[in-house]
């Protein structure tokens, strides 16, 4: 549905590439897999809203033909930040995107166009909508059921009912680059975790620039740096153990410390990702350690509050928290401390919280299949829902896959042949 619904995108002004990729990610942005402010995004509840949860990076526009270090105009912006002038690209492409910039004009008579993400992403909801109602205007058998479809700041979420599965995608325009970005050149000079597992090619091999602002940034012209696909990578480095305990700790901090919004779990996968070059491999290889590895999480969480300090993994310049106030830290370190003191109970209560959700999904479910209501979108005469064949199979391969880039390329005057790419494997 999303290959067809992308290339019917592409086809109503072409601004999108013909021959794109997209990122899909498992987890959506409100599980912190890209680095997005939560306080533009409604609040969606597992088992109340969707049953599982992606994130589809789409590519407005790509910058795919360098071999040296990418540099970005950041004159303007605050660190890991960036404005973007079209003037990289050519004739052809400013014309197609010059309304979704702004203007600036120079003493010399220059005109400077800045894509703005904020234009994109009004432009992408607008032809998401036109296309949504095409599709309804002519539905066929099969096809699943747009139950929700709204614009979160930069950030379109979309619910599809697909049989018995309610599946959320977060779909976030983005600026696609190969190589790197000369700011962070630094940081390669390091030595990390990673060394000797993969290949520096592997880590390297692209950034993206996401719709988000600084705090203090002009919303209208400012990008934030993604590693979104370096990120991928580095995943297959950390161990199991380490991974569980980061999937616990979040289950705790993604309630308990949502008011006010100061802490996501993005600032959590950095600070794992910090924990990894800072701790001993072997200690962070033993399998029996998670409860360890969740103690030692929480204390890095509470050392980053009370210092009012988390850098970015990429960009170690770049405080994460700067912007946050004395009184909100405090706040949240201290409802940390809570958690400390008995980390078990509130273990118990993030389980609790999954259950109660998974048994909601499974009585909706069931409720579905008595009642059998036809999918708008499917034929009228059939009164069964269609399997939800292709929504399992979609989470059997981002399951089968941890850490592993999949990505998704399509060809508009074709979208019957999708190819999905797994690291270099297509299928």
């Not at 969707?50 to 589809?56: K, P, S």
């Not at 599965?165 to 190969?178: G, N, Q, T």
Request: glycine letters at 4%.
């Amino acid at each position: 549905f999303f290959l067809s619904f992308a290339g019917m995108v592409q086809k109503l002004d072409q601004k999108l590439p013909v021959a794109n990729e997209y990122l899909l990610l498992s987890g959506g942005v409100r599980e912190g897999v890209v680095d997005i402010d939560l306080d533009e995004l409604n609040v969606y509840a597992r088992g109340t809203d969707y049953d599982m949860d992606f994130t589809l990076l789409v590519p407005a526009l790509k910058l795919h033909d360098r071999n040296q270090p990418v540099t970005l105009d950041m004159r303007h912006s605050a660190l890991c930040h960036s404005w973007l002038s079209l003037r990289l690209f050519d004739e052809g492409t400013i014309s197609k995107w010059k309304d979704c910039c702004t203007i600036v004009d120079h003493i010399n008579g220059a005109t400077n166009y800045f894509f703005s993400p904020t234009k994109v992403a009004d432009w992408f909801y607008d032809s998401i909508s036109i296309v949504l109602s095409e599709i309804q205007k002519k539905p066929q058998r099969g096809m699943p059921k747009v139950e929700k479809v709204e614009k979160n700041g930069t950030i379109i979420s979309i619910i599809l009912g697909v049989g018995s599965s309610r599946m959320l995608y977060d779909i976030v325009p983005v600026v696609s680059f190969k190589g790197w970005p000369a700011v962070a050149q630094s940081w390669l000079m390091e030595n990390h975790f990673w060394d000797g597992k993969i290949t520096e090619e592997e880590v390297i091999s692209g950034f993206y620039l996401v719709p988000a602002c600084s705090y203090k940034g002009k919303k209208d012209n400012e990008w934030r740096l993604s590693f979104a696909r370096s990120e991928v990578q580095l995943k297959k480095c950390i161990s199991s153990s380490l991974m569980q305990a980061y999937q616990a700790c979040k289950a705790i901090i993604i309630k308990l410390l949502s008011r006010p919004k100061a802490i996501s779990p993005y600032h959590l996968r950095s600070m794992m990702l910090w924990a990894c070059d800072r701790l001993p491999a072997n200690y962070l290889a033993r399998e029996d350690y998670a409860a360890h590895f969740l103690l030692g999480l929480i204390d890095d969480l509470q050392h980053c509050l009370v210092n009012k300090m988390c850098p970015n993994y990429f960009i170690p310049q770049c405080n994460m928290l700067e912007h946050l106030s004395e009184e909100t830290v405090m706040l949240h370190a201290r409802k940390l401390s809570s958690v400390r003191s008995d980390p078990a109970e509130h273990l118990r209560t993030a389980i609790e919280h999954v259950k109660a959700a998974n048994r909601l999904t499974l009585e909706l479910q069931r409720r579905g299949s008595t009642t059998s209501i036809p999918s708008p979108q499917s034929d009228g005469g059939d009164t069964n829902q269609p399997d939800d064949r292709l929504a399992k199979k979609l989470q059997q391969l981002v399951t089968e896959n941890p850490g592993k880039s999949i990505s998704v390329f399509i060809n508009p005057d074709d979208v019957t042949r999708p190819h999905f790419r797994i690291d270099d494997k297509f299928f």
